[in-house]
């Protein structure tokens, strides 16, 4: 079975609202024997002559009279389905979006970005996972809808927009013997510090830094996250190597120093997977992060 000339839809609706080839012509552009043509395939298409003569003009038959409604319907949800999407009420948005992050950019960003997305949109709800490697099959599947950190090898469909440049500081307790002078890079590593690392990685780009020096550093314990190294250094003398964005907040009360060694700013930033580009939603949301992150 040949499948329907839906371009022929259309016409029907225009000659069903018009009641005249000629009005229709005028509005398709096209000649009136190019739309009594059209007029021709439709009478074919339906079985039905649809618009016969009465007298000078043109009169609908019963059929035509039960098409014009379903007809425009049928139109202008086409019309709909092909217009670019837009969010018109962000009131009504009811939605929840999953964000893959780790747990120092939850704590430091994700308490102006609840505030913000229940301000403008109140129905919506942030689900915040865990971020425990770089594979971006959760994106691919949809099992998440933004992905932020370091990124890592994504493939080259993946969407990828940089939010900010992160540096590595140290922070200590109040009254650590590191709060005061200068701290070289001979007193940074003479002190007992914290690794984090998500794989157990002993050693990282600092202590390759401090090697290229002629020194190293004594790691006396190893973590998987920034908040717990932060609360460790906290409560002791030992020496915690955080990001400085990442973890504005957590510091508060602690004194923080610029690294004595060279190391190499991060990146952070936003992924996402191409299928979700032009959704209005998403488009907010990363708008919402975007200026979250720009914000000091």
């Not at 000629?22 to 043509?37: E, V």
């Not at 969010?87 to 430091?108: I, Y």
């Not at 919506?124 to 971020?131: G, H, I, S, Y």
């Not at 717990?228 to 030992?238: E, K, Q, W």
């Amino acid at each position: 079975m040949a499948s329907p000339d839906l371009n022929l839809l259309v016409a029907l609706d225009v000659l069903l609202t018009e009641g005249s080839v000629a009005r229709a012509a005028n509005r398709f552009g096209l000649s009136p024997s190019a739309m009594s043509r059209t007029l021709a395939r439709l009478r074919e298409a339906t079985g039905d002559p649809l618009l016969v003569r009465a007298g000078r003009g043109l009169v609908p038959t019963p059929r035509a009279q039960e098409l014009r409604q379903q007809a425009g319907r049928v139109v202008q949800d086409a019309e709909a389905l092909l217009r670019p999407a837009t969010l018109l009420n962000l009131s009504d948005l009811a939605r929840t979006f999953t964000l893959r992050t780790n747990e120092s950019f939850v704590e430091e960003f994700a308490p102006r970005l609840v505030a913000r997305i229940e301000a403008e949109a109140p129905g919506v709800r942030l689900r915040f996972a865990p971020k425990s490697d770089k594979d971006v099959t959760p994106l691919r599947g949809a099992a998440v809808d933004l992905e932020i950190g370091v990124a890592g090898e994504t493939g080259p469909e993946m969407r990828i927009q940089a939010l900010f440049r992160d540096r590595f500081i140290g922070a200590v307790r109040a009254g650590h013997p590191l709060s005061g002078g200068v701290v070289t890079p001979e007193r940074y590593a003479a002190g007992r510090h914290i690794s984090v690392s998500r794989r157990g990685r002993e050693k990282g780009p600092i202590d390759e830094a401090l090697e290229r020096l002629g020194l190293q550093r004594t790691v006396v314990c190893m973590v998987s996250g920034f908040s717990a190294t932060l609360a460790m250094a906290r409560a002791s003398d030992l020496i915690a190597s955080v990001p400085a964005r990442h973890t504005e907040g957590a510091r508060a009360g602690m004194h923080s120093f610029p690294l004595p060694v060279a190391t190499v700013e991060v990146t952070i930033s936003m992924l996402w997977h191409p299928r979700l580009d032009a959704d209005p939603a998403q488009r907010w949301l990363r708008e919402c992060v975007r200026e979250v992150c720009a914000a000091r």
